[in-house]
């Protein structure tokens, strides 16, 4: 609208095969001025395995220091560094294995267990990133093995944490759509594009049907304030 054009900072990250991929489409301002001030002046990975992998620890300490203060952001970033070193030593054993069971690397079945792996992965350090210290993330993740309570989705108990079945039912919906939009835009459709194609009617209808959308949920949520901060939560 103003003329300025803003290189794009997310680049769908959750569809990432890998986590090093995932830092190459998530926050890409961060991690690239992270690469170039930090990894490629320690030495990048031109000077062997081992002096790539400590340069990986620095420059993702770095990382987590930026993101805050406190031993769960450090240990958040050093998680992430671990992640691409395990990956890098694993590297040949997993194509062995891909050999094995002859499955390409390329294959829908391959993209889709790297994906869903590197999607846990990453969500196990949110984890940590969230949590109100290092010990509580760790305790919250230990209990993801340890807890057993599947009826928790039977007795309604699940209503009682902030969502209730309505605003459970809005973010099924949400998330259905956003996946949707995401799945189109990484497979390079243009939504906008797609949209300014279509029938004068259409069009003014789909924006009219946008703007009622943002009026009605826009200031929808548990603990929604409209006077806060948006980053303050951060």
């Not at 970033?77 to 990956?87: E, K, N, R, S, T």
């Not at 259409?202 to 980053?231: E, K």
Request: with cysteine; glycine share 10%; charged share 15%.
């Amino acid at each position: 609208m103003f003329g300025i054009h803003l290189a794009d900072n997310f680049r769908h990250p959750y569809f990432s095969r890998s986590t090093g991929e995932f830092w190459r489409r998530w926050h890409i301002s961060l991690s690239s001025w992270l690469r170039d001030y930090v990894y490629i002046p320690l030495g990048g990975n031109r000077k062997g395995r081992l002096r790539k992998y400590f340069n990986l620890i620095v420059t993702f300490a770095v990382s987590g220091m930026w993101h805050g203060g406190g031993l769960k952001y450090l240990f958040w970033g050093l998680l992430h560094a671990g992640y691409q070193i395990i990956g890098d030593v694993l590297k040949p054993i997993r194509k062995g294995v891909y050999r094995l069971f002859r499955i390409g690397e390329e294959e829908t079945l391959a993209v889709l267990i790297q994906t869903l792996f590197t999607f846990v992965c990453v969500m196990f350090g949110w984890i940590l990133f969230r949590a109100d210290s290092l010990r509580i993330g760790l305790s919250m993740i230990r209990s993801v093995f340890t807890v057993y309570n599947p009826w928790i989705f039977f007795d309604d108990s699940l209503f009682e944490l902030g969502l209730g079945w309505r605003d459970c039912v809005i973010l099924f919906l949400s998330l259905l759509l956003l996946l949707a939009v995401s799945l189109l835009q990484n497979r390079k459709v243009s939504l906008s594009k797609l949209i300014m194609k279509q029938h004068i009617l259409l069009r003014w209808s789909i924006y009219f049907l946008m703007i009622a959308v943002i009026w009605i949920l826009g200031t929808y949520g548990f603990g929604f304030n409209a006077q806060d901060f948006i980053y303050g939560g951060f």
